[in-house]
């Protein structure tokens, strides 16, 4: 089955990350896949508009079916292949509803942490200021003291015990942090939620590559 799913993706972006995780959770190993260079402007190329009419990745097609919200492409998988690899969606109520919240949560963190990081990317040097990066700085640093309390009660993963969708969503964002040089002295329990995670199978195998290859970044060192 997984012959039949296309997965066009970039290194290092969370989103395209998700689909990789799910995919192996799944034990849907052996799908197509090409990996496009962003620098080079791939992702605007005609194979990936043909997908993804907004000219971003991930573009994910399994069968007939194109799914390029990575959060769209990860409920599929999983409903789809409920009884196959890991199941991601516990069935207690209070596990549940943790899971459902935290994983919407992560898209205003996620938000937060791209209006600082792409900051120089997206606005013009002349239209640029200080106390615009400072507000940003406030405001993933109010965010990062949420997700410090939400992993001081929880046991390894976001949910619980158990690994569950949200950390499928939620850890690629986490790891993004650390690759652009947030403190683990600073943020202690971000630190361990991503120790705890980052070998486990499916995240080690789909690590993004340019990560191994080039130097991390430290963007971020500072709040
Ligand atoms: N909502 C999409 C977001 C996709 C997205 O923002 N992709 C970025 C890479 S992380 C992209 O392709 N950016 C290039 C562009 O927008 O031109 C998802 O979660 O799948």
Excluded at 167 to 177: E, H, K, M, R, S
Excluded at 182 to 197: D, G, I, M, Q, V
Aim: net charge positive; aromatic share 12%; proline share 6%.
């Amino acid at each position: 089955m997984a012959k039949d799913m296309t997965l066009l993706w970039g290194s290092g972006s969370p989103p395209c990350w998700r689909i990789q995780i799910m995919l192996e959770e799944k034990q849907l190993q052996g799908y197509n896949q090409k990996l496009l260079n962003f620098y080079k402007k791939e992702h605007k190329s005609q194979e990936v508009l043909d997908m993804n009419p907004r000219g971003q990745l991930p573009a994910f097609k399994c069968g007939k079916h194109i799914l390029n919200e990575s959060y769209a492409a990860c409920f599929f998988l999983e409903n789809q292949y409920k009884s196959q690899g890991n199941k991601l969606i516990p069935d207690s109520p209070d596990a549940q509803a943790l899971m459902y919240q935290r994983m919407f949560e992560v898209l205003t963190l996620g938000q937060k942490m791209l209006d600082l990081i792409t900051y120089n990317f997206r606005v013009p040097e002349e239209e640029r200021h200080d106390s615009a990066v400072q507000r940003n700085k406030e405001a993933l640093t109010a965010e990062l003291k949420l997700w410090e309390g939400y992993l001081n009660k929880t046991d390894c993963c976001l949910a619980g015990k158990e690994f569950t969708l949200a950390d499928v969503l939620v850890f690629p964002g986490v790891a993004y942090l650390f690759r652009f040089g947030l403190c683990s002295e600073r943020y202690p329990a971000l630190a361990k939620y991503y120790t705890s995670l980052k070998d486990r199978p499916s995240i080690k195998a789909t690590w993004p590559p340019t990560w191994q290859s080039t130097p991390a970044q430290d963007t971020l060192k500072t709040i």
